[in-house]
């Protein structure tokens, strides 16, 4: 069974600063996709950045930037110039073509300092 | 107008109520999906439905049933709530109708629920 694990629940960063989330994942496909979540304050979950497992080049979104490593099966989030609105939970996510359902992990608090 | 909305937003029961979650979407997608989030937890999958004739369990089903009265409409029941089904809960959608292997999930705003 896939599994997604984020090991770090609350992290901090000064605003302007960089900060990167870690997420690991587990899998047997070879077709998946990756993805992050925000859901701030008010709950909403938006999605932040995704990858497909076929690509090489990692996904960027503006300040935000993946550093896929397919072999390690990792994951993680950059965020640069971090800003106040930042300030949310981020959700790692993986979805396989196998099983059809997205796999979340279980959070990271992320609190940006002014 | 929200494209997914869920009604509603927030709500107190008490234990052995019947309650129902409701989740209406206006994008046209065919899948429709409902999840349930704790604290430490993440997001866990309860039921997902593929189209009207189509309904699944997902990791957490037991003590919850699902109506997908039509394409647009996906309701989720509590026969008798029980205080650790206190969670916020989650209606997401995406659309598979044009074959791709994988589309965006589009969450609803969740549902506060809160058994006593």
């Known amino acids: 069974a896939q599994t997604v694990t984020q090991s770090q629940p609350e992290m901090s960063v000064q605003e302007a600063e960089t900060v990167t989330l870690s997420c690991t994942y587990d899998t047997s496909e070879s077709n998946y996709y990756l993805f992050w979540y925000k859901q701030p304050p008010s709950r909403q979950m938006i999605l932040v950045i995704r990858q497909e497992a076929y690509k090489q080049q990692n996904a960027t979104e503006n300040r935000f930037s993946v550093n896929f490593q397919k072999a390690a099966k990792s994951f993680s989030l950059k965020i640069s110039d971090s800003q106040l609105g930042d300030t949310a939970m981020y959700f790692c996510?993986?979805?396989?073509?196998?099983?059809?359902?997205?796999?979340f992990g279980t959070g990271t608090l992320l609190a940006v300092q002014p | 107008d929200a494209d997914v909305t869920q009604t509603p937003r927030n709500r107190i029961t008490k234990t052995g109520k019947r309650i129902m979650l409701e989740c209406s979407q206006t994008k046209g997608h065919d899948r429709m999906y409902w999840y349930r989030q704790d604290p430490g937890l993440g997001l866990r999958l309860i039921y997902y439905?593929?189209?009207?004739?189509?309904?699944n369990k997902g990791e957490i089903s037991d003590g919850y049933s699902v109506s997908r009265q039509a394409q647009a409409k996906f309701s989720l029941s509590l026969e008798s709530a029980i205080p650790n089904q206190t969670a916020l809960y989650f209606c997401?959608?995406?659309?598979?109708?044009?074959?791709?292997?994988?589309?965006?999930?589009?969450f609803g705003p969740g549902t506060r629920l809160t058994v006593l």
């Open positions: 439905s593929f189209d009207v004739k189509d309904i």
């Open positions: 997401a959608t995406s659309d598979h109708s044009s074959g791709l292997s994988y589309n965006e999930q589009f």
């Open positions: 996510a993986f979805y396989g073509g196998a099983t059809n359902k997205l796999i």
